[in-house]
């Protein structure tokens, strides 16, 4: 997510070298939720047909494996949390096509990593409760009995990144991921324009845009998936060890402005901007396949976010 507010950062400044350099990605709670005594103490396999998002949520709390926040966007965000679950439907970003297509699927407790309406804390500033856009969306989920709850900062938390890992593995790049630094990595030498193409390829993004010199050699980066900030963003470009910071999205007037100058100043700097839907989709696949190691009587299924942009050729 790429606003910033109110929660905890799990990166440590930028020092020396990258591998002092740890992704942000925001965090931000969900009241925490009981055990129910419907639930075994092995690994959530429940002695009850029925579940409620809440249960669900409690077995998560216990299962993600780091202490959970009180200040934090992970909580729920519309519906009922003692509503019974059909059917969990996880995604990056619960937008309308989602909640249309969970719903037809019969999975009424959507689990996604970014906000619902459109704002960091889910409460879009300057805007109007009775804006039609922002009711059409609340109305559908009242009227089809739906959950939404966010889970973001904890997945991040988790050793290792629950997003990082699902991009890693989208990518190929688990052998050339540092030992020391889970963000970092040491790629078989390739080209700015070459890495861009392999990456929007790999991850099906057909709006990935660059910085830097097409032609320039490049083995060294850093990903970044989501949106960190200038902050963190411009400290990972101003290691000399680094060459390439690929991002999800990112101020054009911030650390696009800074890696251009980095460019312009003859500094062996580029930048790959992904697009935040594709930046963080995997990291949600890779949360549904763990979600399904204890989460066994009802369906877990991904539901992805769709492209939103397309663009003019």
């Not at 002092?20 to 129910?36: D, H, I, K, N, T």
């Not at 729920?76 to 037809?104: C, H, Q, W, Y």
């Not at 594709?278 to 890779?286: A, F, L, R």
Request: proline share 5%.
């Amino acid at each position: 997510m790429g606003v910033r507010v109110n929660h905890v950062l799990v990166m440590a400044m930028f020092a020396v070298s990258c591998t002092a350099w740890v992704s942000p990605c925001c965090r931000g709670g969900s009241p925490s939720a009981g055990r129910s005594a419907s639930w075994h103490e092995n690994r959530g396999v429940r002695s009850a047909t029925k579940v409620t998002a809440r249960e669900v949520v409690a077995e998560i709390q216990k299962e993600v494996g780091v202490p959970w926040q009180e200040k934090t966007v992970d909580a729920f965000k519309a519906g009922n949390p003692d509503t019974v679950v059909t059917g969990i439907a996880v995604t990056m970003m619960a937008t309308m096509d989602v909640l249309e297509r969970a719903s037809a699927k019969g999975l009424n407790f959507v689990i996604t990593h970014e906000p619902t309406f459109y704002a960091h804390l889910d409460t879009p500033e300057g805007m109007d409760e009775s804006d039609a856009v922002w009711k059409e969306k609340r109305d559908f989920i009242e009227k089809h009995g739906m959950v939404v709850w966010r889970f973001h900062d904890h997945w991040h938390e988790r050793n290792p990144d629950g997003i990082e890992a699902g991009m890693v593995h989208a990518l190929g790049w688990e052998k050339f991921q540092s030992p020391k630094n889970q963000y970092y990595f040491v790629l078989p030498e390739t080209t700015v324009k070459e890495l861009a193409e392999q990456v929007a390829k790999k991850l099906d993004s057909p709006v990935v845009r660059v910085v830097g010199e097409p032609g320039m050699k490049v083995t060294n980066v850093v990903l970044s998936p989501g949106a960190a900030g200038f902050e963190h963003e411009s400290h990972a470009l101003e290691d000399d060890s680094i060459q390439v910071l690929l991002v999800g999205e990112t101020r054009e007037w911030e650390t696009v402005e800074y890696a251009a100058d980095a460019v312009t100043q003859g500094r062996k700097k580029a930048l790959i901007v992904i697009g935040h839907v594709p930046s963080e989709q995997p990291g949600m696949d890779e949360c549904t396949k763990w979600l399904r190691g204890f989460v066994k009587d009802v369906p877990v299924e991904f539901v992805a976010a769709k492209q939103p942009f397309w663009v003019v050729r």
